[in-house]
């Protein structure tokens, strides 16, 4: 059954006032983009303590992502000749899919600033969601022993994170308005006969557009920053 865990305390240290730089670029982006700008917001904090945070909210251009380890098996499609491009990347978890109609959000966070602790982080990312969903009536769910978002035992969001001395890349799609035509072409994040599902199956007519301003404010929140729009 699911487990639901209520609110966790975000671990803000009050010397570091939390600005952070807020990226929401207009229309679907490349993986290969948005992975390179995150790695070289990484290098800016790992080069300097005083640089400030990061967070992209955008949508990708059809792709499929696989995790460091991930197998090729929960690919239902040869590789060499795939329906949209293919990446294996730095992060944890197993293959995903990325297109329009699903929200990404890629946080590059000092944990030292918070709590360096992944296995707190995961469940930062996880209340972000659940917050977001409570916004829309719904009621976002924790499955034992596993990472990402539930509703009605569908898995709507998932989770995979890079860290490199507690500097975070990577972070969360949640499944909105996405056409799930592509999902049946893996096995999502390695979990067989477990059902993917996005939050239109729920609220009809809910855009990525809608959801957009409650994931950056429940990011603000969970994490205690104040967005600017200049690097």
Not at 196 to 219: K, N, Y
Request: aromatic share 8%; with cysteine; charged share 20%.
């Amino acid at each position: 059954m699911p487990v639901v865990i209520g609110k966790l305390d975000a671990h803000n240290d009050s010397a570091h006032p939390g600005s952070a730089i807020l990226f929401e670029p207009q229309g679907p982006v490349s993986f290969e983009r948005a992975w390179a700008e995150q790695r070289a917001w990484q290098r800016r904090l790992l080069e300097g303590s005083d640089a400030r945070e990061a967070l992209w909210l955008l949508e990708h251009q059809p792709c499929y992502t696989l995790g460091r380890g991930a197998s090729s098996d929960h690919l239902h499609f040869p590789i060499n000749e795939p329906p949209a491009p293919v990446h294996r990347i730095d992060r944890g978890g197993e293959v995903t899919h990325h297109l329009p109609g699903q929200l990404v959000a890629y946080p590059v966070l000092d944990l030292q600033r918070r709590c360096p602790d992944l296995h707190w982080y995961l469940r930062q990312l996880e209340q972000v969601l659940i917050d977001v969903m409570e916004q829309l009536d719904l009621q976002g769910e924790r499955q034992p022993g596993l990472t990402g978002i539930w509703v009605d035992n569908r898995k709507v969001a998932a989770i995979g994170v890079g860290c490199r001395r507690w500097i975070t890349q990577h972070g969360l799609a949640l499944n909105i308005d996405c056409d799930m035509t592509g999902f049946g072409q893996i096995t999502a994040c390695g979990l067989h006969g477990r059902a993917v599902g996005r939050l239109a199956d729920w609220r009809p007519g809910l855009t990525v557009e809608q959801v957009q301003p409650l994931m950056r404010d429940a990011f603000a929140t969970r994490f205690g920053l104040a967005w600017s729009t200049e690097a």
